[in-house]
């Protein structure tokens, strides 16, 4: 599966991006494929490792935040490996084309 997800701190004024810097720790962290972007970090594995990888991440930012905002988008689609990188390339070869 593939979760794109954006954690945000609140309570902590406008600079969260110490927060959000430790919730991309623990993503980089896990080992799994991995990106992050202005919005969201996406995130690619099993469910459940995925998931733990969320959470992780969560409290990471619970850890300095009193509170926090998670968003969560999911592709859920079993035996499928290596997809975050595919789509884009999919994308990437139409666009060639034109």
């Known amino acids: ?3 794109a997800f954006s954690v945000t701190p609140l309570g902590v004024g406008a600079d969260v991006g110490r927060a959000v810097a430790e919730a991309v720790r623990v993503v980089r962290a896990s080992g799994l494929p991995n990106e992050t972007n202005a919005m969201f970090t996406t995130v690619e594995g099993e469910w459940d490792e995925v998931m733990a990888v969320v959470k992780q991440a969560t409290d ?5 935040a009193p509170r ?5 988008k999911a592709d859920v689609r079993p ?3 290596g997809a975050m990188t595919a789509k ?7 666009l060639a084309e034109e």
């Open 88 to 94: 884009v390339e999919t994308v990437e070869r139409y």
């Open 1 to 3: 599966m593939i979760v």
């Open 68 to 72: 926090c905002s998670l968003v969560v």
């Open 79 to 81: 035996g499928v490996t």
């Open 60 to 64: 990471a930012v619970l850890a300095v």
